[in-house]
């Protein structure tokens, strides 16, 4: 039942369940296909998505509904595309006022052993960052040529993918049944062992657990 309780973190306070289980719904879809965002032009977009992050660009083609428009398609490492439309004569941006409806950040996976290089690649092209521990995961954050922030995102714990929902609702249960504020190491190690699986941590370093990240 939900509270008004000024104590209760605001996130505790609604009554719609947080579950794995599938909803009774119109319809299921099966997955992300692909996420498509407006940028500036394709030279700034390539260099940052290709060449700091490292997305294959897989195709380029004339936006179907505009012509004028290029339409870029990159593989983001596991299938799944970001696309952008993009025109020559568009400049690049320095910040985003995103307001409802629009894109707060874009997150990426990357590996644990990769994190010192992906760091010091980033430092070395002129990207600042900011990490910090999120508790069910590690985070670094930076920003690409439009000043959207991109965060690049690794497990703390090897799940399969085909478990993350589920390991994700357990831990949340166990945060709110706790007290908690945010989900944490105990909360998402006391899931994965009662789900059965094995509790294996990646090494990620010790970071800062505040709410913020670089400007």
Do not use: C, W
């Amino acid at each position: 039942m939900a509270t008004d309780d000024p104590d209760v973190p605001p996130a505790d306070r609604s009554d719609i369940p947080v579950t794995a289980e599938a909803p009774d719904s119109a319809l299921s879809v099966t997955g992300t296909d692909h996420i498509t965002l407006i940028g500036s032009n394709e030279e700034d977009t390539v260099e940052f998505y290709r060449d700091v992050l490292g997305m294959p660009l897989v195709m380029r083609q004339p936006n179907l509904d505009a012509p004028e428009v290029t339409h870029l398609f990159f593989d983001s490492g596991d299938g799944r595309i970001i696309t952008f439309f993009v025109e020559e004569d568009r400049e690049s941006a320095a910040g985003q006022r995103p307001g409802i409806g629009a894109v707060h950040h874009l997150a990426f996976s990357i590996e644990a052993e990769e994190l010192p290089a992906i760091k010091e690649a980033l430092s070395e092209r002129g990207h600042r960052y900011s990490e910090f521990d999120r508790g069910a995961f590690h985070s670094l954050y930076t920003r690409d040529h439009n000043g959207l922030t991109i965060e690049l995102v690794v497990d703390k714990y090897e799940l399969p993918d085909d478990r993350r929902g589920e390991v994700m609702a357990l831990a949340h249960s166990k945060r709110v049944a706790a007290g908690d504020e945010y989900v944490d190491d105990e909360h998402m190690e006391a899931a994965i062992d009662e789900l059965g699986l094995d509790v294996v941590r990646n090494e990620v370093p010790d970071a800062a657990t505040g709410t913020g990240y670089a400007e």
